[in-house]
């Protein structure tokens, strides 16, 4: 899903469909030109990106920085990252793409940015910081084995048997699983990029998403004035700080539409819109569908004395 932007690159957001798994899989077929290829624009993504190159290879621009990529090679990039597949040289690469938003690894309540910034299956991607990519390079006796967990997905996607959501979320954390170990033996080096001031404002922004949140507030706490943290995140993430408040309020929203028996209300209370009418007209333009649509279509939920203790 393309999202709006002033100015830059594209950025593509991931719309969720009740009844279909929460991670997306791209065959990558002679390349990007395909019509289930990557695109070759400059773009970046609100969600996290696993690339794994089976055949050929060529060049990839992230942000400023040009990476050479071949067969064997795992690319992660994280949400933020502008990205380019050169097209010329990228004509022959096969291999696969899996994209997921970060919470899907944290439904506990981590949330779209402690989850894939503290998630230890999720570091590879930040280091521990907001932005970052890697590129990792698979032994060939494990090569077939990422390759699968790319097909097991994507059959999990396709076919939405029952019980697809937890089959398609088990091999992606098997395929994270195998990533995390990877990086781990990696050289620091491979880190494309440290942002703290990225990290302060999620930092803030996890702090405060709860209660009136505004620019301002967040501005304050990072010591910057509101007009030059509006450049510095929209440079760097293709999104305002505004749309950063409102999307860890929708996650929030999510999880406890999924997972408790609160009402609309109280549920738009708890993630800082006082006034429910707006909260509704919110999450729907976000989702397609009303919260109560998003609950009914939603996994079961857990027995409400149980959600009383969250």
């Given at each position: 899903m393309r999202t709006a932007t002033s100015g830059g690159p594209p950025v593509y957001g991931y719309r969720r469909v009740p009844g279909v798994p929460p991670v997306g899989v791209v065959r990558i077929r002679e390349g990007h030109t395909s019509p289930d290829g990557v695109r070759p624009h400059p773009h970046a993504h609100e969600?996290?990106?696993v690339v794994i190159v089976e055949r050929g290879g060529g060049r990839v621009l992230l942000d400023d920085r040009e990476w050479r990529v071949e067969a064997g090679d795992v690319l992660v990039v994280a949400p933020g990252e502008v990205v380019t597949f050169v097209e010329r040289e990228l004509h022959d690469a096969e291999g696969w793409a899996v994209y997921f938003p970060p919470d899907v690894m944290a439904p506990g309540g981590l949330g779209t940015f402690l989850s894939w910034r503290a998630h230890p299956l999720l570091f590879p991607y930040v280091r521990g910081v907001a932005g970052g990519?890697?590129?990792?390079?698979?032994p060939p006796g494990q090569r077939s084995a990422f390759v699968g967990h790319a097909e097991a997905i994507d059959r999990e996607v396709q076919e939405r048997r029952d019980g697809?959501?937890?089959?398609?979320?088990a091999h992606l954390t098997l395929l994270l699983v195998a990533i995390s170990r990877l990086a781990a033996d990696g050289p620091d080096d491979l880190a494309l990029r440290d942002e703290p001031l990225l990290a302060a404002v999620f930092d803030a922004v996890e702090a405060g998403f709860r209660g009136p949140l505004s620019?301002?507030?967040?501005?304050?706490?990072?010591g910057l004035t509101p007009g030059h943290l509006t450049t510095v995140v929209g440079r760097k993430t293709g999104r305002t700080v505004q749309q950063w408040i409102t999307e860890r309020r929708m996650v929030e929203a999510r999880r406890l539409l999924a997972d408790t028996e609160l009402t609309v209300e109280a549920v738009a209370a708890r993630v800082g819109y006082r006034d429910p009418g707006y909260f509704a007209r919110r999450f729907r333009g976000a989702h397609g569908v009303s919260p109560l649509r998003w609950r009914r279509a939603g996994p079961p939920r857990r027995d409400p004395a149980e959600a009383g203790t969250q």
């Open positions: 969600f996290l990106v990519a890697h590129r990792l390079r698979v697809c959501d937890e089959a398609a979320l620019l301002a507030d967040v501005a304050t706490t990072v």
